[in-house]
C-alpha cells in the first residue's frame, strides 16, 4: 500500500467521526439556539420592565416630594394648585396634577380653576386601593372623562394622624412610555408592549391606542406566572415567540415578541452550515492527503539557506511549506531564532534613538528654559538701573517699574505652566466643577484684556452665543486665556483676531483663530506637546517654554472635552477650537457675592517673618507705602519674640525659615497670642498638600511668592483671626491660597 493511501485512509477515518458529531452538534444547536433567544428575550423583558418601574418611582418620588408641600399642610389650596402647577411645567410626561377627597371627589386641578363643579379622581378603583393600604398605587390606563386624553394615574396618599388626607394623583402620558420602549433599540420587526392589570395597551411598538386589549393569548399567558416564554399570535395574527415580565411596582406586564422565524432561522442554519463544514472537512482532508503524499520528501533543502540568514536583515527567511513535523519544527526553531535576533537588533535601535531624542529634547528644554529667563533678568536688571539713576515718581521711574511688574508676571506665569502640567501629568490636579455660561466667562476674559490695553494693536471680533458647561471656572478661564494670548503673540498688529462661543449639538465650542504667522504642517501634529516650538512658528512678540497649548489640551481633556487646530500653512493664520459637553442652563442665577477687592485695608500692625533680606524689607516698605506700621523678623525666634513684645494684628511668615518652620512658627504665635492675630503664610510652596499643611498648623490665609500689592491689600482687609480651635480654613483663605 502507498503513503498517499495510508494517508487517504487515516483522512477518511479522522474525518468520519467529527462528521458523526457534527450532525449531533447541530441538533443540539437547534435546542440550544432557541434556549439562548428565550434567556436573552426574558433578561431584555425585565432590563425593559427596570425601566419602567424606575419611570414609576421616579414619579411617586416626585408626588412625595409634592405631598410635602408648606402650602397643602396648611390648607392653602390656591398656594398648593400654583405649586403643582410649577412642578407640572417640568414633568414633560405627566398630563396633570390632581388632588383628591378619599371620597374620590376631585378639589385641586391644575388644569381647572379650584371649586365645583370638579370631576372624579381618574381611575377610582386605584384610587380606592391607596385609601385601603396607605400606600402609593400605579393605575389603569383609564380617561377622566369620555373627551380627556388616556393617561396612566400615579396616585400617593397625603397622610395627616395616619389617616389618609388626601390622593395626590399625577397623571401620566401612555407615550412615556412609548420613549422607554424605543430606547431599548430593539431589531427589526420585533415587537414590545406594555400592558395595565386589565390587559389593555399602556405602550406599544409598533404602535396601538393606549387602552386597547392586547392580543387573547398573551393575556392568558401573563397570567400563569410572573415571567415566562411562550410561542402564539400577536394581535395582528404574526406567529412570534414571546418573553413577558410583570413589573414589581404596578400590576402591570412587559412583553417582547419576537418572529418564529427569526428565533428559528439561526438554529436551521447554523445547523447546515455545521453539515456542510463538515462535508467540506471530509473533501479537504482527501485533497490535502494528496498533496501532503506528493510533496513529503521534498522539505530539507530550505533549511540550510535558513541557518546561513539568520539575523541578515537584507535575507527572507521562508520556511519548508511542505516538511515533516520534526523538519518543520526545526524550521521553526530557525525562524525563531532569526526573528529573536533581529528583534535584539530593532530593540538596540530604538533605545539609542529614544536616548537620543531624551538628550535633544533636555538640551532643547534647558536652552529654552534660559532664554526665557534671562530675557525677563535682563529687563529686570536694567529697570533696577534706571531706578538707581532715577527718581521713582519720574517717567523713566514710572517706565522702569511697569518693566519690572510685566517681567515679574511673565516669570510667574512660566513657572505656574511648569507647574500646572506637572500637576496635570502626575494627576495631582483638583477640579472644581460647576455649572457655568461659557460665553460670559470669555466675555469677561475679553473684556478684560480690552481694558488693560493687551487687545490694542489687533482688530478683535466677538461672536458669542450662551453655551452652559459643567467644568472648573479657573481651570477654564486659563484655557481660555493661554489661547487668546497665544493669538496675540502670533499675530502681527492690525491684523484680525475672532473669538467665538456657541453650542454646537451636544457639545459647546470655543474658538479663536486669526490672521497671523500660521503653523507649518509638518507642527499641526505635534503642537500640543509640551516645549514644543519652531522656527516657522516664532514671532517678534513670542515668548515663554511652549507649554501654554499642552496645558490647554490637557485641561480640556480632564473636564471631558477635546481641542484641535486647523492651519493652511506659514503666514495664512490659525484656529484653535475647544469643545466641551454642552448642559442645560440653570433656571436661576445664584447672587452674585460682594468683591472682596473693593474692601480697603484698615491700617495694621503688621509682622514679617522672612529670612530673605530682599524679600523681607520690599514687603515692609511696601507695607508701610499703604499706611501700616510695619515691623521685621529674620528668623523664626526672633519673629515669636517680637510677636509676644507687640501682639501685631497680622503676621506674615515664610514657611522655610533657617531655625524653625514657618509651622511651627505660627504654632506658637496662635498659643501664646490666644487666637488674637491672623496668620498669613506668605512662601513659594504653592502645592495642595503645602496648603492643606499650612491651614492644619494654624495659618488663616495662604499667599504665594511673588505677592502683588492687590493681594496683600486683598488680604488685609479680610483677614480674620481663627478662634483657638479652629485648624480648617475660610473660603477666604482658599481664594487667596
Do not use: C
Amino acid at each position: 500500500m502507498t503513503i498517499r493511501s495510508r494517508l487517504l485512509l487515516l483522512a477518511g477515518g479522522a474525518v468520519l467521526p467529527v462528521l458523526i458529531f457534527a450532525i449531533l452538534v447541530s441538533v443540539i444547536l437547534v435546542l440550544q439556539e432557541q434556549r439562548t433567544f428565550e434567556r436573552g428575550a426574558i433578561e431584555r423583558a425585565r432590563a425593559m420592565m427596570s425601566a419602567v418601574d424606575a419611570s414609576l418611582r421616579g414619579s411617586q418620588s416626585t408626588l412625595q416630594a409634592l405631598a410635602a408641600s408648606r402650602a397643602l399642610a396648611a390648607g392653602d389650596l390656591a398656594g398648593f394648585r400654583e405649586s403643582a402647577g410649577r412642578l407640572l411645567a417640568t414633568q414633560r410626561a405627566w398630563e396633570n396634577i390632581t388632588l383628591g377627597l378619599p371620597s374620590g371627589e376631585e378639589v385641586v386641578d391644575t388644569l381647572a380653576p379650584i371649586g365645583p363643579p370638579q370631576p372624579p379622581i381618574v381611575d377610582l378603583a386605584s384610587a380606592r386601593q391607596v385609601v385601603k393600604t396607605q400606600q402609593p398605587v400605579v393605575g389603569e390606563v383609564s380617561r377622566q372623562t369620555s373627551d380627556s386624553p388616556a393617561v396612566v394615574p400615579v396616585h400617593v396618599p397625603v397622610l395627616r394622624d395616619g389617616v389618609v388626607a388626601y390622593i395626590l394623583t399625577a397623571q401620566v402620558r401612555p407615550e412615556s412610555f412609548d420613549t422607554l420602549i424605543h430606547e431599548q433599540q430593539l431589531s427589526q420587526n420585533w415587537i414590545a408592549g406594555l400592558v395595565d392589570g386589565n390587559g389593555n395597551f399602556v405602550a406599544r411598538v409598533p404602535p396601538r391606542a393606549p387602552g386597547e386589549p392586547a392580543s387573547p393569548a398573551f393575556r392568558a399567558e401573563s397570567q400563569r406566572a410572573k415571567e415566562g416564554w411562550f410561542r402564539g399570535l400577536t394581535i395582528e395574527g404574526k406567529d412570534t415567540f414571546t418573553a413577558y415580565q410583570r413589573s414589581a411596582l404596578a400590576n402591570w406586564t412587559i412583553g417582547l415578541a419576537v418572529p418564529s422565524e427569526i428565533v428559528l432561522a439561526g438554529a436551521t442554519s447554523t445547523a447546515w452550515l455545521i453539515g456542510l463544514g463538515a462535508l467540506a472537512a471530509l473533501a479537504l482532508a482527501f485533497a490535502l492527503a494528496v498533496v501532503i503524499g506528493n510533496r513529503i520528501v521534498r522539505p530539507m533543502k530550505t533549511l540550510a539557506s535558513l541557518a546561513r540568514n539568520i539575523g541578515d536583515a537584507s535575507a527572507t527567511i521562508a520556511l519548508p511549506r511542505d516538511g515533516l513535523r520534526e523538519i518543520d519544527a526545526v524550521g521553526l526553531a530557525l525562524k525563531q531564532a532569526d526573528g529573536a535576533v533581529r528583534e535584539r537588533q530593532s530593540l538596540v535601535q530604538r533605545e539609542k534613538d529614544a536616548v537620543e531624542a531624551a538628550d535633544r529634547a533636555k538640551d532643547e528644554f534647558i536652552a529654552t528654559l534660559s532664554h526665557e529667563l534671562r530675557n525677563p533678568l535682563a529687563a529686570l536688571t536694567s529697570a533696577a538701573g534706571i531706578l538707581r539713576r532715577n527718581d521713582l515718581d519720574s517717567d523713566m521711574g514710572r517706565a522702569a517699574r511697569d518693566v519690572i511688574e510685566r517681567q515679574i508676571a511673565h516669570m510667574s506665569r512660566m513657572i505656574e505652566d511648569l507647574l500646572d502640567l506637572s500637576r496635570v501629568v502626575a494627576g495631582k490636579i483638583n477640579l472644581n466643577l460647576e455649572r457655568f455660561d461659557l460665553a460670559e466667562l470669555v466675555s469677561s476674559v475679553v473684556t478684560a484684556w480690552q481694558n488693560a490695553g493687551r487687545l490694542g494693536r489687533h482688530a478683535v471680533s466677538v461672536e458669542i452665543q450662551a453655551a452652559w458647561v459643567v467644568a472648573d471656572r479657573t481651570r477654564l478661564e486659563q484655557v481660555v486665556t493661554n489661547l487668546l494670548d497665544n493669538a496675540v503673540k502670533f499675530t502681527p498688529a492690525g491684523k484680525r483676531i475672532r473669538v467665538a462661543v456657541a453650542p454646537s449639538g451636544e457639545w459647546a465650542e470655543f474658538i479663536v483663530d486669526d490672521d497671523g504667522r500660521g503653523i507649518a504642517p509638518e507642527l499641526l501634529g505635534r503642537i500640543f506637546e509640551p516645549f514644543v516650538q519652531g522656527d516657522q512658528w516664532t514671532s517678534p512678540n513670542a515668548g515663554g517654554l511652549g507649554l501654554g497649548l499642552a496645558l490647554v489640551k490637557r485641561l480640556a481633556g480632564l473636564q471631558g472635552g477635546s481641542v484641535s487646530v486647523a492651519s493652511a500653512g506659514v503666514g495664512r493664520g490659525a484656529s484653535f477650537s475647544v469643545r466641551l459637553p454642552h448642559t442645560e442652563a440653570r433656571s436661576e442665577e445664584p447672587t452674585p457675592l460682594p468683591s472682596l477687592a473693593t474692601k480697603a485695608p484698615n491700617k495694621k500692625r503688621v509682622l514679617v517673618i522672612d529670612d530673605n533680606d530682599d524679600a523681607r524689607q520690599s514687603l515692609s516698605i511696601l507695607l508701610a507705602f499703604e499706611g501700616h506700621a510695619t515691623y521685621e523678623a529674620a528668623n523664626g525666634a526672633r519673629g515669636i519674640e517680637l510677636a509676644s513684645q507687640l501682639r501685631p494684628e497680622v503676621a506674615l511668615i515664610d514657611i522655610g525659615l533657617p531655625d524653625l518652620s514657618g509651622y511651627e512658627v505660627a504654632q506658637r504665635i496662635r498659643a501664646d497670642l490666644s487666637g488674637g492675630v491672623a496668620l498669613v503664610a506668605v512662601t513659594g510652596y504653592g502645592q495642595p498638600e503645602d496648603q492643606r499643611r499650612a491651614f492644619d498648623a494654624g495659618f488663616d490665609a495662604y499667599l504665594v511668592k511673588p505677592v502683588t500689592i492687590e493681594q496683600l491689600n486683598e488680604m488685609l482687609a479680610t483677614a480674620r483671626p481663627q478662634t483657638p480651635m479652629a485648624t480648617s480654613p475660610s473660603p477666604l483663605d482658599q481664594s487667596t491660597g
